[in-house]
């Protein structure tokens, strides 16, 4: 039993112009920085296939997705919001890191794997039902937990964010669906400055200032998450893993560390293993700082790797 770590080249086909944060680079440092470390040889690594129509329906309206589909250009760029763009590659770049989830919920429900990471781009977190947003096209956490509801026919999935943006798409998604529980923290206020207009019970958020010291953040998250998750009992852990809430991330102001990332993903190891059979499906979201993403992806695997 291993970490099954989800990856393709076509990830780093999909490029919104060469200032943008979210860029192929960001797969690039993941790798090297993993090359470097003896993880390399204890992963499973798997390459995803795209996925399919029905799958992308189970949390997208076709007609969103047909306007996705008309906007993708067959040359240039063209921008779908301020931040976000699209070009030839990008729509296969989401279908892969769509299909890379389900894939791993696949794979980690049937205990081919113990649990996975899904090293995918475009990100998924701002993606709502019917909007594409901050650089997210598809929701790939979403898709996750409707395959883990519908397919293999689960009661109970969490969600777990960590993303230094909330995740707007995924509440829009799973707001008031009972059979989820999602656990956020994120910087606020803040981008994308939705979560005080929009909660539900099944919503719990940890919302972090700005300068935060490290060990707030930490002492918060455990206070809003822990007991909710522990009460819940989740059948398997999806997380949303955003590491720009890092120190040296240009696009926010928190002060976490590597170490950080690694008590985050120990914590929900250590749920998992009280309530999920071990069952975690992590997929990336934001980072931005090269360095720094990959050494917080290196900690988060090598705590998910140790997990027997
Ligand atoms: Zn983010």
């Not at 970490?3 to 080249?9: V, Y």
């Not at 309206?61 to 996705?68: A, F, S, V």
């Not at 590659?89 to 049937?110: E, F, H, K, Y």
């Not at 918060?220 to 822990?226: D, F, H, I, L, M």
Request: aromatic share 8%; proline share 5%; glycine share 4%.
């Amino acid at each position: 039993m291993t970490t099954a770590f989800f990856s393709h080249d076509d990830f780093m086909k999909h490029n919104m112009g060469p200032e943008h944060p979210e860029c192929p680079e960001r797969i690039t440092a993941i790798l090297s920085h993993i090359a470097e470390t003896n993880l390399e040889q204890d992963l499973d690594w798997v390459r995803p296939e795209e996925i399919t129509r029905d799958q992308l329906l189970t949390v997208h309206p076709e007609k969103y997705l047909h306007q996705l589909d008309l906007m993708q250009p067959t040359r240039g760029r063209v921008f779908t919001d301020p931040d976000t763009a699209m070009m030839p590659d990008t729509l296969r770049a989401a279908r892969l890191a769509a299909g890379a989830n389900i894939q791993a919920v696949d794979m980690v429900m049937s205990s081919q794997v113990t649990n996975a990471f899904v090293c995918a781009r475009p990100p998924g977190h701002h993606a709502e039902r019917s909007k594409s947003m901050g650089f997210c096209f598809y929701n790939n956490v979403a898709l996750a937990a409707m395959r883990a509801l519908t397919f293999h026919q689960l009661d109970r999935v969490a969600i777990i964010d960590f993303d230094v943006h909330q995740g707007n798409g995924t509440v829009d998604i799973v707001g008031g669906d009972e059979r989820i529980l999602m656990c956020s923290s994120f910087q606020h206020p803040f981008y994308p400055h939705s979560h005080v207009h929009r909660q539900a019970p099944n919503i719990i958020n940890a919302p972090i200032e700005a300068g935060c010291a490290a060990i707030e953040y930490r002492k918060a998250v455990e206070s809003a998450w822990v007991k909710k998750l522990q009460d819940f009992k989740p059948q398997v852990i999806l997380i949303s893993a955003g590491f720009d809430g890092h120190r040296l991330d240009p696009m926010a102001e928190l002060n976490l560390e590597v170490d950080d990332y690694r008590w985050l993903t120990e914590m929900i190891v250590s749920v998992a293993s009280d309530h999920a059979n071990d069952r975690i499906i992590s997929t990336l979201e934001g980072g931005y700082s090269l360095k720094a993403l990959g050494e917080s992806v290196t900690a988060h695997l090598e705590v998910l790797n140790s997990v027997y």
